[in-house]
């Protein structure tokens, strides 16, 4: 009987250590599947608790300013010999708000601006069998417009690293035609007239609109960005009233206009997440009302 005694008890007592480590196997299986709060959440353990580093893009504004050279062209009908030619200062300020849509794309947003631009046309040389020409408008070759606008631009984003940003804008501007500078190519017979040099014509128009678009790069050096773009802009207000040089067929001349322009923005919310000390605020408030709901 006593033998029988010892080897129950000598097997109970290699039973027990095993039992021991398949509960404390549980037990931080357990731990590691729930998060759970301590009994008593102080300021001390929330101070204390480590957060992940990764954090997603917030909704944030910036503010800043631009500058650079426009290029003119033009839409004739009917068609002209035109090119490109340079003027400048081109400079603004814009404000732009990023947001995220349907809480899952956090690439879009809003810009809304001015910009001191302009707008006109150079006519070209061209030869027909051996003779050169250059057309005009007004006994003018070129001529170019300083125009005030504003824009609201659809500004889209696509970052490339921490530092880098791909930018996209599509949108709407309008503007107001404020004077014209006309000039003639001596070496051509005929005349400009003196009257009509720096001054618009009843057949003018004065205000312009139409649609803008531009894509760019921008360097992210929080809080400071700097942003390298290319806008191109089609009008939708003629340079002078359609059909009135014309009684015969149908006539009319569009701006089409690039610009390049370098900018300085200045982020006025943060661009990546929320501070450790503001999550420890937020946590603190959450807090906070859950106890007030529980004394309630």
Do not use: C
């Amino acid at each position: 009987m006593r033998k029988y005694l010892i080897a129950l008890l000598a097997l109970g007592m290699a039973l027990t250590p095993l039992s021991a480590q398949v509960n404390k196997k549980k037990a931080i299986d357990l731990e590691e599947e729930f998060f759970q709060l301590p009994d008593s959440v102080t300021n001390e353990y929330l101070d204390n608790t480590p957060l992940p580093k990764k954090a997603r893009i917030n909704d944030y504004w910036i503010v800043g300013v631009h500058g650079g050279v426009s290029l003119q062209y033009g839409s004739f009908n009917p068609p002209r010999q035109v090119s490109f030619f340079p003027n400048l200062p081109v400079y603004g300020v814009s404000i732009t708000r990023y947001a995220t849509m349907m809480n899952t794309f956090p690439n879009l947003g809003m810009e809304v601006g001015f910009q001191h631009n302009y707008e006109g046309y150079r006519f070209k040389e061209y030869e027909v069998e051996g003779d050169t020409y250059r057309q005009e408008i007004d006994g003018a070759h070129e001529a170019y417009m300083e125009v005030p606008e504003v824009f609201l631009l659809t500004h889209g984003h696509i970052d490339m690293g921490q530092y880098v940003k791909m930018i996209i804008k599509a949108g709407m501007y309008g503007g107001y035609r404020m004077n014209i500078t006309r000039y003639r190519d001596s070496s051509y017979p005929g005349t400009l007239d003196p009257e009509y040099v720096n001054a618009f014509r009843d057949t003018d128009n004065r205000w312009t609109y139409g649609v803008q678009g531009g894509l760019g790069l921008g360097l992210m050096l929080d809080p400071i960005e700097i942003h390298l773009g290319v806008q191109v802009k089609w009008g939708w207000s003629s340079f002078y009233q359609p059909n009135a040089y014309s009684p015969y067929y149908y006539r009319y001349a569009y701006p089409l206009d690039g610009a390049v322009t370098l900018g300085v923005y200045y982020q006025l919310t943060k661009r990546r997440g929320h501070t450790r000390s503001a999550l420890r605020r937020l946590a603190r408030d959450y807090m906070a009302e859950e106890r007030e709901n529980k004394d309630q």
